[in-house]
């Protein structure tokens, strides 16, 4: 061909396939969003494959999401020859017996031994270091404020209490439609696990009581009952109404556009302006309501905002279709509702605002409900950073050719790596409705100053219905400051 590039989407690169692969060899075959190739069986990965090509990078944020047979399927694109097998690659580490606890073990006991009878981890690390380079935020971005997460207990109403004993007997069909709740006929009753992630986001998404004297739905009547009949909503009130005072710019991140809908509604009884992006939004609207929310920069001393109360306060999205490809960058402020199975979803997520041209610290705050299927989710999703840690972030992977100890990664800095976020989800709090965060943590937590202060102003690490997870962890400032054998 007479042009040097050809740059397209993953969608021509299917559909065109046949025309692509006429063309003469290319000298590189780039993808972006490399991740998209973890399904070695997918017809993207196949596509790509075709291709005549004497070199092929992968662009990636999130090389592991899940397992580390995506890990395989990534390497096998970049070189068959040497990554030909997932069968052979599974069985040169070993993995496959971690996670089958013996009485008594963890899954860090045993990845620890496994290290230590057959240096499985640094075996795996000298494997990828020739074909794996590794930038996180602070080697190419300077200048980028900082980010903390807080992890933030709310309590269970006792609406929800009833609501989950009932998914438990799987009672709770009939006791909605006995109450006129007509949603109640579509509630399938076998799924018990998303019955009680939708309970304890709001009760009212299986359909929302009528209020007797008007018949209108309670929450429209009555919009207090709104806020109280949720923990976490109770607990994202005060949250959003101690925000929208110190005129910060507010992301709401939910799985569920049914939560959202909730929130729509929780928003205008508050009189707060707002925008929303998920799946159904078209590309046109996307961009608009982007561009004016970015308009509205947060400005002034301490993130707080010069502007009148006339600006778009939050802005509602859905995880999945408003994890990606969106830049936010007005707000400082990220709420995660309710988290996602994949840490890597929540962490794009939280990029919209944490991201070039961002010129405020940034607060993350992730609601779990104590004692509720939130914990099993968080937990799963702590086990999955591990992974990633372990494999990726342990391997220091941040120069090609560089002189690495032949001892491998150190028992220290493995132990380090396995180190739980969050020290004991399940000692948090407990499942009755006034378990709510008080006065001292709260200001605590949402005092931007000592949120980011450091030394003995700061925020202490732990709290008893809260959590501060220093994001820098995740971006290889707990790995430089490990000492190297």
Known sequence: PNFPFIVTSYETAIRDQSKLEKLAEFSY??????????????????????????????????????????????????NPLIFDDLTVFQSWFGFKDIGQKKQGATDEDAIIAEQQKNQTISKLHSILRPFLLRRVKKDVLKDMPPKKEVVVYAG????????????????????????????????????????HRKNIN?????????????????????????????GKFALLDRMLDRLHRDKHQVLIFSQMTSVLNVMEDYLRFRDWRYFRIDGSTNIDDRQKQMDQFNAEKTSGVDGKRNQADDRHFCFLLSTR?????????????????????????????????HRIGQTLPVAVYRLLTVNSVDIEMMEKQISKKKLERMTIAGGDFRKVGRNHSKNGISFEQLTNLLQSDIKDLNAKGGDVEDVKIDDEEFEAIMDRKRLFATGKDTVPPEGKMYDVIDAEDDEGDMLSSMKTS
């Open 202 to 230: 709001h009760p009212f998404l299986f359909g929302e009581p009528k209020d007797p004297a008007s018949g209108h739905p309670i929450g429209t009547a009555h919009p207090q009952l709104l806020v109280k009949a949720s």
């Open 321 to 353: 279709a408003g994890g990606l490809g969106i830049n936010l960058t007005s707000a400082d402020t990220c709420i995660i509702f309710d988290s996602d199975w994949n840490p890597h979803a929540d962490s794009q997520a939280m990029d919209r605002c």
């Open 156 to 195: 269970i109403s006792k609406l929800q209490q009833g609501y989950a004993a009932m998914i438990e007997q799987s009672t709770l069909r009939d006791t909605l439609l006995q109450q006129g709740i007509e949603e109640g006929r579509f509630l399938s009753q076998t799924n018990k696990q998303m019955n």
């Open 29 to 78: 075959v780039i993808v972006d969003e490399g991740h998209r190739l973890k399904n070695h069986r997918c017809t993207l990965l196949r596509s790509l494959k075709k291709l005549k090509a004497t070199n092929r990078l992968l662009l990636t944020g999130t090389p592991i999401q899940n397992t580390l047979d995506e890990l395989w399927s990534l390497l096998n694109f970049v």
